[in-house]
């Protein structure tokens, strides 16, 4: 049987789409903005919810909902100064706040002098299978 050479390639092409929009779905990259805020210094040294202790100057943050190990980049609005982090506590349990840095990682975007800073959370979002 013999297929007329349009509609094999329009099928090519169809199979090539699906195969791209498959794969594509399965991770895709989330933007939050809002307020970041970093932890006391009277923290360093407790248990975070993930059960690890808390370094001030370790690179980790807290978030309400991101699971614990996802690694997020925070970017200080204000200046465009970023940080990777690794989340490992929930929080912040302030409103209007989306993230509680450590305190290496608040230096590293230039936020100790403000305390509060709107930044851009940057993650990838995995597809549950």
């Not at 040294?45 to 100057?57: D, V």
């Not at 989340?87 to 706040?97: E, L, Q, S, W």
Request: hydrophobic share 35%.
């Amino acid at each position: 049987m013999c297929i007329p050479a349009p509609l094999q390639r329009n099928w090519v092409l169809l199979f090539i789409i699906l195969i791209m929009t498959g794969a594509s779905s399965c991770s895709r990259k989330i933007t939050e903005t809002g307020k970041a805020s970093y932890y006391a210094n009277s923290f360093d040294g407790k248990r975070t919810a993930s059960g690890e202790t808390f370094h001030q100057r370790s690179l980790t943050a807290a978030h309400k909902t991101l699971p614990f190990g996802t690694r997020v980049t925070v970017t200080n609005v204000a200046n465009g100064k970023s940080v990777k982090v690794r989340i490992n506590d929930r929080g912040p349990f302030v409103p209007g706040r989306i993230i509680d840095l450590s305190h290496k990682a608040a230096s590293k975007i230039g936020m100790l002098n403000t305390g509060v800073a709107n930044v851009e959370v940057k993650y990838k979002k995995k597809k549950k299978k």
